[in-house]
């Protein structure tokens, strides 16, 4: 029997991620506009699960905290979900039994201020920002058990604000510093193999590495920028720019399609790499949705794109020729 592919969908205060996994599942974190702040409003967050191709999405889990930002930072990956509550300095691990999502391990740092801030998983590997700490914490699964394997820390400012793991590679982000760090896994050790440091505002506020691809995005300065690792380098591939406000405030890679969101100028845009160049194949543009474009997330023919301020999420659907909602 063919197999099936399920797609998870995370949308939260702060961002939607998407990561590969074996059905497609749905999440949303409820949230409450008021004058001075943007709030979950009952720290709740919900999944919905959907079979390829019926795109009919039904309720199928949802997971109440006591922290009040319980859910504003969600990865997951297969079977394993995890949710950030930087609040109270935790991180929650689920694993799914093919049934229902239980809990397994929470992790916590009181020490460590906005621990959760971001997280990303990539098969047994957890990877957990704190930029106010400049650090990030690696969790490798083992023997039933999420154990803390490396601390990495550095000076650079805000050191931690964004993430991303693809197999033995761990990208982590320092937007005030407009940096980049890019760590490998060797010998039992994350040993950072490049740094990367443009004279751009904001470079680094948002990182996704696929395979041998990592984009970075550079929102004050409205840019984007693309590096290719060939015969043991990182080297910058392509520099991409729109007039679109804060274009690069998200970024989400997957195979040869590259998604860019800007919120203010509230548009999206994808490219395509035809193997020399990426090329701007559309432009989403949705003017009446607040902040549309503030997350971004791409799995095979899927785009989700989120509107944070609007509470919602639009998906869209590659036919063949175009990306249709």
């Known amino acids: 029997m063919k197999s099936i592919l399920f797609f998870f969908l995370i949308i939260n205060i702060f961002l939607i991620q998407s990561i590969q996994t074996h059905q497609k599942l749905i999440s949303l974190s409820s949230i409450k506009e008021t004058e001075t702040e943007t709030k979950i409003q009952t720290e ?15 309720l199928l889990e949802e997971f109440t905290g006591s922290s009040r930002y319980f859910g504003s930072a969600t990865a997951i990956y297969k079977n394993v979900l995890v949710i950030g509550a930087y609040d109270v300095n935790q991180t929650f691990i689920y694993r799914y039994n093919g049934t229902n ?48 394997e490396q601390i990495l820390s550095e ?20 937007s005030s510093s407009n940096q980049v760090f890019i760590y490998r896994y060797n010998g039992g050790n994350w040993n950072l193999e490049k740094l990367l440091s443009e004279s751009i505002l904001y470079f680094g506020h948002s990182v996704s590495v696929y395979k041998d691809v990592l984009a970075i995005g550079a929102s004050a ?5 693309i590096y290719r690792y060939n015969e043991g380098n990182w080297n910058l591939e392509q ?5 679109a406000s804060y274009f690069g405030i ?18 999206a845009f994808v490219y395509r790499y035809n193997g020399s160049i990426w090329n701007l194949e559309q432009n989403f543009n949705e003017s009446s949705l607040s902040w ?6 791409i799995y095979e023919s899927l785009i989700v794109i989120g509107t944070y301020l609007a509470n919602q999420a639009l998906g869209y659907r590659y036919n063949g020729t175009y990306w249709n909602l």
């Open 44 to 58: 709740t967050t919900k999944y919905y699960s959907s079979l390829d191709p019926a795109w009919i999405w039904g």
């Open 101 to 148: 999502f239980n809990l397994e391990q929470i992790l916590t740092n009181i020490s460590v201020l906005n621990f959760g801030y971001r997280v990303a998983v990539y098969e047994d590997v957890i990877v957990i920002g704190s930029y106010t700490e400049k650090q990030v914490f690696i969790y490798r699964y083992n023997e039933g058990n999420w154990n803390l």
């Open 155 to 174: 000076s650079a400012t805000y050191f931690g604000i964004s993430v991303s793991i693809y197999e033995n590679v761990t990208v982590v982000g320092a």
């Open 221 to 225: 300065a409205n840019q984007a920028f």
């Open 239 to 243: 520099n991409l720019n729109e007039s």
């Open 250 to 267: 998200s970024v989400s890679i997957y195979e040869n399609v590259l998604v860019i969101g800007a919120h203010i100028g509230k548009q």
């Open 292 to 297: 549309f474009g503030y997350s971004v997330s």
